[in-house]
């Protein structure tokens, strides 16, 4: 199973990646939430996320919303279990 299906398949529960940051090249271990309506103000974004393969995911540490590199994603843990790429 691909690691962006099992992101999409945790529906709002919470989950931790690990991925590498596509402006600085460091690695990134974030801890977050799909589908965080909180402070969304129904503006949008200037661009598309998918055009750029990035995923929207509520950071839980620093409570804001970030984007998730979909092509340098190395790890997802869910429910106890840590799949790797």
């Known amino acids: 199973m691909a690691l962006v299906d099992i992101l999409r398949g945790t529906k709002g529960k919470i989950f ?29 974004l200037n661009y598309s996320p998918q055009a750029h393969n990035l995923m ?10 970030r984007m998730i590199n979909l092509d340098q994603l190395k790890e997802v843990k869910f429910k106890g279990q840590l799949w790797k790429e």
């Open 56 to 65: 929207t995911v509520y950071d839980l540490q620093k409570k804001e919303f």
């Open 16 to 44: 931790r990646v690990t991925f590498v940051k596509r402006t600085t090249g460091e690695l990134r271990h974030l801890t977050g939430r799909l589908g965080v309506g909180k402070g969304v103000s129904g503006k949008g």
